[in-house]
């Protein structure tokens, strides 16, 4: 057989039946990552509902105005986009690893 197939597992010792090998060229996931997600589906089908868009903006502009924090964030990093955090740094760095000894 090809390099593609050991004849005998590493880990287990013994070959793989023929059948259950992948052939060269077939995908593992022939259906491939499933195009949507259920719960996204879920809110997406709620907020396209006339007016919800606008009832979730106001709702969470009003909780901005009773000092929630979160909210306030949101609505910053919607509008401002978020700032992204650098760090700088002067100090060395030492690796210390085992696979020298």
Do not use: C
């Not at 909780?63 to 509008?79: C, F, P, Q, W």
Request: no cysteine; aromatic share 4%; hydrophobic share 35%.
């Amino acid at each position: 057989m090809g390099a593609i197939y050991a004849e005998v597992s590493p880990l287990t010792g013994v070959a793989p039946p023929r059948e259950g090998r992948w052939k060269p060229g077939q995908s593992g996931n022939p259906a491939g990552r499933p195009k949507s997600k259920p719960f996204k589906d879920a809110l997406q089908a709620i907020m396209d509902k006339p007016g919800m868009l606008e009832k979730t903006a106001a709702a969470l502009v009003a909780r901005s105005h009773t000092g929630d924090v979160g909210a306030t964030k949101e609505i910053a990093d919607r509008l401002d986009g978020k700032v992204t955090d650098t760090l700088e740094t002067n100090s060395l760095v030492r690796v210390v690893s085992g696979w020298d000894e």
